[in-house]
């Protein structure tokens, strides 16, 4: 099994993924460079457009563009109320790779066994189907089926996954977009939905961050509703000025 200088893994966070692509930004334009790619639900998302070739500023300009609605589709709500096939379709155009091997970085995608509730972790084999499971929240999106098992979000069990990286990376890179922070006000029920949803994630991360030898966390994430894209340009300017600012000694 091959080993690796730098490794990164990208947690899930719904449109907080934008600070992901000013994250992987400004790691860049300081001289970083993963050399292989874990991800979560939206930290797949960014981690796959980053893989396939893509400058992460490059993927934020195409990805500002949509909202939430423009990657579901209306689905009769036996497993969930849309799915993302929509999303599937729309990675299909701005990822040329169709299989993992085709990534210009090695990646592994984290989804939910949701037959066995177990994390799984994709590497091999098509790419965008794994992405779609990766990033479906239980009860608003329907599960994926792979090979006749049923997937559902990563986060659900491992929204940092770092597993992947350990003991194949001398430096594992872990971030957090989706830290716990307590909030005001429930305004709805897909608040109400998402809430219940990041309450689950973060428990999984407390361990994993112990595996990280550098940790990124950008601050005051929880004012951004995971759903909503109005506000993609200040969630990347959060992420990029974040990690321009901090110290990675060991890195550099």
Do not use: W
Request: aromatic share 10%; with cysteine.
């Amino acid at each position: 099994m091959k080993n690796y200088d730098i490794g990164i893994a990208l947690s899930g966070g719904g449109s907080r993924g934008f600070a992901h692509l000013g994250i992987l930004q400004a790691l860049e334009d300081r001289g970083i460079i993963p050399d292989i790619i874990s991800g979560t639900s939206a930290g797949s998302i960014a981690g796959a457009l980053y893989a396939g070739g893509n400058k992460p500023y490059d993927a934020f300009k195409i990805l500002k563009k949509t909202k939430f609605t423009d990657f579901t589709k209306f689905h009769l709500p036996t497993d969930g109320l849309f799915s993302f096939d929509n999303l599937r379709s729309k990675l299909e155009k701005l990822i040329s790779a169709k299989n993992f091997e085709d990534l210009n970085i090695p990646m592994y995608v984290c989804a939910t066994n949701f037959n066995d509730g177990t994390a799984e972790y994709f590497n091999r084999g098509p790419l965008h189907i794994a992405i779609q499971a990766s990033c479906a929240i239980p009860v608003l999106i329907a599960p994926v089926k792979i090979n006749d098992i049923l997937y559902v979000d990563g986060g659900l069990v491992d929204n940092l996954p770092v597993r992947p990286l350990v003991r194949r990376c001398k430096k594992i890179i872990g971030v957090n977009i989706s830290p716990y922070e307590k909030i005001d006000k429930i305004d709805s029920l897909f608040q109400v939905a998402t809430r219940t949803f990041q309450i689950s994630l973060d428990n999984n991360v407390r361990y994993n961050k112990s595996k990280c030898h550098f940790y990124i966390e950008p601050k005051n994430m929880v004012k951004y509703n995971m759903l909503e894209t109005k506000h993609s340009d200040e969630i990347f300017e959060i992420g990029y000025n974040h990690a321009k600012k901090m110290t990675l000694k060991g890195l550099l």
